[in-house]
């Protein structure tokens, strides 16, 4: 079954304790994508990856780092969590590596993160 | 800068029709995009538009108007279901999405 996997789905943690927040896609896709999503915001992205070891900010990167080592993975790095950065995340990936693009976005199921 | 509006928030009655107005502003554009997100899950995919026009799937169409920065999604034979946030997003000339703050639906019986 094709889909975007995430983990932890529910985190609670403390400032300043280092997380990482896994993304992993089984269909091949070029590009994979972090967001975050607070209420009256909408969808803003954080990083995304156009391919492998190829990434760029986002709208609101500060405080989170990413890598992306394998097509697959595309972990999400918060070196020292902050209140602010308590969120509704969300991986995504897409094959848009090809042109033109028409590629739709999966989604994985998120990862509600609070940072007391 | 780039930008999109939709409206906040739209009731409609259980069996009606309901059209969803997106206007958006970007630097170039590629595609006009609808996702639907029910209250804690992940957006799903629901239309894309590149060209002028209607395109409609089942219950579901979305409308594009390049000329104007506008799209729409209809929503006909308005189900429970359908209750959601639907997310309108247009691709820029990087590809990049830009994305509007949603539009929660509520359906009343």
């Known amino acids: 079954e094709a889909q975007v996997t995430q983990n932890p789905r529910y985190l609670i943690t403390v400032t300043g304790k280092k997380l990482t927040v896994t993304c992993s896609q089984n269909m091949n896709h070029e590009y994979m994508s972090w967001y975050r999503q607070d209420p009256g915001l909408g969808l803003r992205q954080i990083y995304y990856?156009?391919?492998?070891?190829?990434?760029d900010k986002g709208d609101v990167p500060e405080g989170y780092k990413v890598s992306r080592k394998e097509k697959r993975n595309f972990p999400l790095i918060l070196e020292s969590p902050s209140p602010n950065q308590t969120s509704l995340y969300f991986c995504a990936s897409s094959a848009w590596g090809v042109r033109p693009n028409t590629g739709e976005l999966f989604f994985g199921e998120g990862s509600r993160l609070t940072v007391l | 800068g780039q930008n999109i509006d939709q409206p906040t928030e739209m009731t409609a009655t259980e069996g009606a029709i309901v059209q969803i107005n997106c206007t958006y502003q970007?630097?170039?554009?590629?595609?006009l995009f609808w996702y639907q997100q029910h209250a804690g899950e992940a957006p799903t995919f629901l239309s894309y538009?590149?060209l002028d026009g209607l395109e409609e799937k089942g219950r579901f169409s979305s409308f594009l108007s390049r000329s104007k920065g506008y799209s729409y999604l209809l929503l006909k034979e308005l189900q429970m279901k359908d209750s959601a946030s639907y997310l309108c997003?247009?691709?820029?000339?990087?590809?990049?999405?830009?994305w509007g703050a949603g539009t929660k639906l509520i359906i009343k019986p």
């Open positions: 990856s156009m391919n492998v070891e190829v990434t």
């Open positions: 538009n590149v």
């Open positions: 970007t630097s170039g554009f590629n595609g």
């Open positions: 997003a247009a691709q820029d000339s990087n590809y990049q999405l830009i």
